[in-house]
């Protein structure tokens, strides 16, 4: 074949075409190569057109050069192409992007190129400078767009954090390519896996490719078919590719993911070290989208974490210590502009972004939220505090729902930012405003396979000085295809195709995607796409995070969370909601709104369309009203959900139907015999919504007078009871209300009266005790009856205070006494006499004195004399340290000082008396000592030794008492026998003196 060469556009000259091949049996799709000589062009640029045999959209450009060391980035190269509908695209560039030596071809190659969503081209224009080029080959292939990319409907949970995000196999993308290449080895393929030595690096790729597709897999199968089939390498070049929608694709097959990882083909000489994760489309002037960064993210973050590198670190590769996460062009020995200048000026970020996301795995617990207790039954305004706590990273939001039970069911109040509906059955608030919509046991259905835009929507107004948090749960039923479904939320104009200003959540089964839209002006875009495997008949709880005045919407998919996003112009009003299917039936079995909240709320009761709970229970044992709290921390984990019921009853209950006096049923008396007992029966009271807890009733002189009886509670419809006394002849009346569980009382039902009638007076009366102590009282328990004045009379006997139950008495002495009561009464007088046999006991009183108090350490010995009456036992202290229970003691002291003494005396029956004589006995060293008398007493007998003069001795002998018992003024015999003279078993004392000065101090005893 022959080329036309435009040189400069100036000259044209024919060049040789070496070869044709058609791979398109090998490779499974329209597959050309053809390659020239150019060896002898002699001009510095070959700019050439070529008209291909076959329709083509994909295509790259490989050359021979005499240095196999150049720089494949420095040649750059200029192209256009041509649609099958005759159409030129503008100019474009792309350059070299692997070297001789990075490839089993041997050659140079550009980065491969495909048209704009792979639209049909027949021509193309080149433009390259030739300097040292021996030879061109272009490599032409078709890429059969796919209509729709069909992932296995699966979600990954790797049970590491982060977790594994959703990778779509290889055979989601293979499309028509060999299946024999698609898992090797195998028996009709040679390959062999090989694994990296070790994993310390993962690099940052971009395709170079044109940004413009519908869908990802079909730019992978273009890259695998190039890399193959032009570069001849064994497969694609990377591990992971992640297209502008966010999906994660797998790349080059590794049957032993992710135990181990593939030696793909991707950074030259760090390739047995490290991974690639490459982004499809050209990055030099345009950044990624946010779904396809945060897609990155999430593979980055599951990959080194499972390697357990470092995002923020550096480390030693090959040849140079560079960034754990690093971009192509960063790796040693890559002259590449790779991932581009866009991408690659976010890797900072990135790299943040992911320790980010590590870091909030070290907060896996849930923090905890509760409602703290309250009353059980609520019939106004109540205040709730609830205890929100996460001991990691703290509370980042707390949301509640209050709801009330209607006639249909259980509801909320979305004038104060709640919704609540379990789809139980259609309300009239939802308005269908396109499709059928039904109620089932599954909930809310759309059951429209053929409708592209359902809608029902119903009013909830939005405060952008809250949180929202909108919980619902939803399944896929139908058969079609393109089916998809979701709430429009925010909505300012419901009725219409886009719901006017909203956001939108979408889950789509075809595309195996969560996507968040925001429709502006009634026009939609999409935000934010997830893959996250969908299948029929799979319920999907889902929860949307939305701060309304922020702009931030963060998704959960059952209580994982998926992805946030942040609107810069956020919306801020709405006032409406809205379900929307596309192309299938779909369930939707609940829908809750919740509104953040601080630690404490006012719940509003009342029936007024404002309150939050406007109803009633409908019976006692069904609670109208129901709360629900639950916290997300700030790693956006969310608490289980906690909820209280709350009886409601603002309605007293209904007042009694009768009231009868008396006890008798079917009878109402006019008169009652009593004093002070009186009864009274009524009918029973009902309460719809709390039932009747008791009955309160009351006693007066009117009706509805409770001067006589306050009010009492019974929980039978009669009472027997004891009420304050009243006069005789007096008309009295009872008044009852019902109180029920809520504590509201009925209204008050007042008999028709009875008249009170005394009976005669009863005399009687009892005694406590018939002992006493004197000065003490006995009381007299009065138990007459019916009387309104007591007499009484008892001789010698004193009496004292009085009440209604007890009479007071004083006796002197002891005796009989006989006590005489009378009683007095409208009814009838009577009389009691009672005798008693009295015993009164004297108090006790303690009283001694002593016989010497002033002592000397010569003679220590100290004599008390007890003159205590009353006693029967008796408690000597003498101040140092030594007791005596003795009645007539004596105390030897062996110490000089003054010394306090104590006596207790103790009767039998009326207690004890003490008496205290401070500084009672003194014991004096500064007394003159008495001389040795040479005397000696033996068994109460006086020897005076010999050469005692005894002219001027005499003689003392004392009792206990200090009485003088007998003296001796002279003395003439030298023996003096003193047991004559002690007549008792007892203490004496002797004395004996000389010239009248005492010489000695002697006890004496007699056994």
Not at 666 to 690: A, C, K, N, R
Not at 724 to 749: K, P, S
Request: aromatic share 12%.
């Amino acid at each position: 074949m022959n080329w036309l060469l435009k040189l400069d556009n100036i000259h044209q000259l024919k060049f040789k075409h070496v070869s044709y091949t058609d791979k398109t049996s090998k490779a499974k799709l329209s597959f050309h190569t053809n390659i020239w000589d150019a060896s002898n062009l002699r001009s510095s640029t070959i700019h050439y057109t070529h008209n291909a045999k076959n329709v083509f959209n994909g295509f790259c450009i490989g050359w021979d050069a005499t240095n196999p060391n150049d720089i494949p980035e420095n040649k750059h190269i200029e192209y256009r192409i041509k649609y099958v509908n005759g159409k030129w695209t503008p100019w474009q560039e792309t350059h070299g992007a692997w070297a001789p030596g990075q490839s089993p071809s041997g050659l140079y190659w550009s980065h491969p190129q495909h048209s704009d969503n792979f639209a049909q081209a027949n021509a193309i224009e080149l433009k390259i400078l030739k300097e040292d080029i021996k030879s061109i080959r272009l490599d032409l292939c078709e890429i059969i767009p796919s209509k729709k990319n069909k992932i296995t409907p699966k979600q990954i949970r790797s049970n590491n954090c982060p977790d594994q995000p959703y990778i779509i196999p290889r055979t989601d993308w293979w499309g028509p390519l060999d299946s024999t290449e698609i898992y090797y080895p195998n028996a009709n393929n040679s390959k062999q896996v090989a694994y990296t030595i070790n994993t310390t690096h993962t690099f940052v790729h971009h395709g170079a490719s044109s940004n413009v597709y519908a869908n990802g897999a079909d730019v992978v199968q273009f890259y695998w078919s190039l890399h193959v089939n032009s570069n001849g390498w064994k497969d694609i070049a990377y591990n992971f590719l992640v297209d502008h929608y966010g999906k994660i694709y797998k790349g080059r097959h590794n049957p032993d993911f992710p135990n181990q990882d593939a030696w793909g083909a991707h950074t030259g000489v760090c390739n047995p070290y490290s991974i690639a994760i490459c982004l499809t489309g050209n990055f030099e002037d345009e950044y990624p989208t946010d779904t396809a960064v945060s897609s990155l993210v999430n593979m980055l973050s599951y990959q080194i974490s499972l390697r357990g590198l470092d995002p923020l670190g550096k480390d030693f590769i090959v040849s140079d210590t560079i960034d754990v996460i690093s971009g192509h062009r960063d790796a040693p020995g890559s002259s590449t502009a790779c991932p581009g200048d866009s991408l690659h000026s976010w890797l900072p970020m990135i790299r943040q972004m992911v320790q980010d996301k590590i870091d909030s795995c070290n907060d896996l617990s849930l923090p905890n939220s509760s409602i703290d207790s309250f009353g059980s039954w609520q019939s106004q305004n109540m205040n709730i505090t609830y205890s929100d706590n996460d001991s990691s990273t703290g509370i980042y939001r707390s949301f509640y729902l209050v709801t009330d039970l209607d006639s249909i069911g259980r509801t909320s109040n979305t004038q104060n930012g709640f919704l609540y509906d379990e789809f139980s059955s259609l309300r009239q608030e939802w308005i269908q405003q396109t499709g059928s919509w039904n109620v089932s046991n599954d909930g809310m259905s759309s059951l429209d396979d053929n409708e592209s835009n359902t809608n029902i929507y119903r009013d909830f107004a939005i405060d952008s000085s809250h949180n929202y948090l909108f919980h619902l749960k939803s399944q896929i039923i139908g058969s079609g295809s393109n089916q998809r479904g979701g709430v429009h939320f925010g909505c300012d104009s419901a009725h219409l195709t886009n719901r006017g200003n909203s956001y939108f959540l979408l889950i789509r089964e075809d595309d195996n995607e969560i996507q968040l839209l925001k429709t502006v002006n009634d026009t939609y875009n999409l935000v934010k796409a997830e893959p996250y495997g969908i299948g029929k008949y799979i319920w999907y709880d889902q929860k949307i995070l939305w701060d309304v005045d922020a702009g931030i919407i963060n998704v959960f998919i059952n209580d994982q969370f998926l992805f946030s996003w942040q609107d810069t112009l956020p919306i801020k009003t709405g006032n409406s909601i809205s379900f929307r299917t596309g192309n299938t039936e779909m369930d939707f079995n609940f829908l809750r709104i919740y509104k953040s909240r601080n630690d404490s709320t006012h719940i509003t009761i009342g029936p007024q369309s404002y309150n939050d709970i406007r109803y009633q229970n409908p019976s006692p044992t069904e609670p109208s009203g129901k709360i629900w709290t639950f916290s997300v921390d700030s790693s956006l984990n969310i608490s289980t959900l906690d909820y209280a019921y709350i009886n409601v009853d603002w309605t007293p209950p209904d007042t009694v139907s009768f009231i009868s006096d008396g006890n008798t049923v079917g009878v109402d008396i006019d008169t009652v015999l009593s004093f002070d007992h009186y009864s009274s029966y009524w009918g029973p009271s009902s309460d719809t919504h709390s039932g009747i807890l008791s009955y309160e009733y009351s006693m007066g002189s009117s009706p509805g007078s409770d001067n006589l009886a306050g009010w009492n509670t019974s929980i039978d419809t009669f009472t027997l009871d004891s009420g304050q006394a009243v006069t005789n002849a007096q008309n009295i009346y009872y008044n009852v209300r019902a109180i029920n569980n809520a504590g509201l009382n009925g209204g008050i039902l007042s008999s028709n009266g009875q008249i009170v009638f005394w009976p005669a007076a009863t005399a009687n009366f009892s005694i406590d005790t018939n002992e006493m102590c004197y000065g003490d009282s006995i009381a007299l328990n009065i138990q007459s009856q019916y009387y309104d004045s007591l007499v009484w009379m008892m001789g010698n006997a004193t009496t004292l205070s009085y009440n209604d139950s007890v009479q007071w008495v004083q006796f002197d002495s002891s005796g009989t006494y006989p006590i005489y009561q009378m009683a007095f009464g409208p009814g009838g007088n009577n009389a009691n006499t009672i005798s008693n046999n009295i015993i009164v006991y004297p108090l006790p009183f303690a009283d001694f004195s002593i016989n010497d108090s002033l002592l000397s350490l010569g003679d220590p010995f100290a004599i008390f004399i007890n003159k205590s009456t009353g006693g029967y036992a008796y408690l000597w202290d003498f101040g140092d340290g030594d007791t005596s229970l003795d009645i007539q003691p004596w105390h030897e002291y062996s110490s000089s000082g003054n010394y306090d003494v104590i006596l207790i005396t103790q009767s039998e029956h009326c207690g004890s008396d003490t008496l205290i004589k401070n500084n009672f006995v003194h014991i004096n060293t500064g007394l003159e000592e008495l001389r040795p008398i040479p005397i000696q007493i033996r068994d109460n007998v006086i020897h005076f030794k010999n050469g005692f003069d005894l002219k001027n001795v005499s003689l003392q002998l004392y009792d206990i008492q200090s009485r003088l018992i007998n003296q001796w003024r002279s003395i003439s015999n030298d023996r003096i026998d003193l047991k004559p003279y002690l007549n008792e078993r007892a203490i004496y004392f002797l004395l004996i003196k000389e010239n009248g000065q005492i010489i000695m101090k002697a006890p004496l005893f007699k056994k």
